[in-house]
């Protein structure tokens, strides 16, 4: 490590992570889920404990900072973001991490669960940090690196700067937001309240990953009628939207345009969600591809698989709705080269690899983009996230807050 700096990452994200914010998607609320804020207000008043200026958090759970310039030149103003809120898809309750020291490379049994057994077979980044400390769950939960390893990190970041003010930069605006994982983490965000030109989310995977390129979205529910009848008198005029709903889902593609068979830039059609009765029934579909213009080439196949199947079915009808849910990051950041090329020399200064590659996924950092603040990811280490699995080498958030050191210095040195 270049930085002579006893790093508090490690025992910010072990607090952090016992925090219960688990978004939830059913909700109507902002935040989601109220036990977000317990975390929003722990960490406004550790950043006003460091020193940071201008804190506050609002009612629906943002948390803003900003971090004095110590440079004299006018430059833009960058932000650095993470979100506080974990998955819905594994429990986020009661986490207990666990810190493993000079991991010896073998299988680690998670003591809650014997069953869940994390291997360098499994993950083969573990033998990276062979002889280095990793972080994982106990197995009854997922651990909540993401993101909350972004959260310790920026925290981290945030006490280096002010505790060396011989660092020259700009003005850095510091963000964490609730209800990512649920793709609402922008939603009540004030964009005016943060002030920034630019921003990073720290949200990313292994070690040296940049990325600038997310999958473009848009959500579908299908919603199916049917005709109801008593089952005891249903020949010749019940119409169960269950079995058309059903078969709809089977008649999509299995080799191709599927989660379980798509890799790299390959786009799908995901059934997400399906519900109902025999008179009524839905399914939410997430439809992806890294190309937006591909997006509706999918809902019309989508659309016409449903449309073949229903007609078969006398009296049964459908509404098809589309919503736009997010769009590639990298058609904004295109425009905007610097803030990729500084984040590549950030890196080289502190001797990573610069390692771009597509999320196969969002970001709080696409919608930001779209909304006028260019905003590509920097790695965290997180690994296995969602999952009773997650785990995270502590060099790797060391490496990290090194990289935001350099990058801050990169800016004030080319504005």
Sequence with gaps: ?????????????????????????????????????????????????????????????????????????????????SHIDT????????????????????????????????SVDQYPYLKNHIGKDIITASG?????????????IIMDFAQYLISHPEILHGTIKI????????????????LEQL????????????????????????????????????????????????????????????????????E???????PLRIEGLAEKASIDFLIRDFETSQLQKH???????????IAKYKGASYTFKVVEQYRNMKEILDQF???????????????LPFIKEPIRGGTDGSRLSFMGLPCPNIFTGMQAIHSKHEWIGVEDMQFAVEALVELVKVWEERS
Excluded at 39 to 47: D, F, I, R, T
Excluded at 264 to 270: D, K, S, V
């Design 264 to 270: 790299t830039r390959q786009g799908f059609i995901h």
């Design 1 to 81: 490590m270049l930085l002579n700096y006893p790093y508090s990452v490690t025992d910010r994200l072990m607090r952090y992570v016992q925090i219960d914010t688990q978004s939830d998607p059913h909700s109507s609320l902002h935040p989601s889920t109220p036990k977000q804020k317990v975390l929003s207000n722990l960490l406004a008043a550790e950043l006003k404990e460091i020193g940071v200026v201008d804190v506050l958090t609002d009612e629906f759970g943002y948390v803003y900072g900003t971090i004095p310039a110590t440079s004299s030149k006018k430059m833009p103003v960058i932000c650095f973001c």
């Design 175 to 190: 963000l964490f937001t609730p209800d990512e994982e649920i793709g609402e983490g922008t939603v009540k965000l004030n």
């Design 87 to 118: 998955a819905p898809d594994c429990s986020g309750t009661n986490v207990k991490p666990i810190l493993h020291s000079k991991y010896d490379g073998l299988p680690i049994i998670l003591p809650d669960d014997v069953s869940q057994i994390i």
């Design 195 to 262: 002030g920034a030109n630019f921003a990073y989310t720290l949200d990313g995977g292994k070690l040296g990953s940049f990325e600038e390129e997310t999958f473009s979205a848009d959500g579908v529910t299908l919603q199916i009628e049917g005709i109801i009848a008593h089952p005891g008198d249903a020949k010749n005029k019940m119409v169960n939207a269950i079995k058309i709903a059903s078969e709809i889902v089977d008649q999509l593609p299995k080799e191709k345009l599927s989660p379980e068979s798509t």
């Design 299 to 309: 809902e019309s196949l989508l659309q016409s698989i449903a449309e073949k199947v």
């Design 140 to 152: 009854n939960t997922l651990l909540g690196a993401d993101d909350k390893a972004g959260v310790a």
């Design 337 to 351: 080269p610097f803030t990729v090329s500084y984040a590549e020399e950030a890196y080289r200064r502190i001797g």
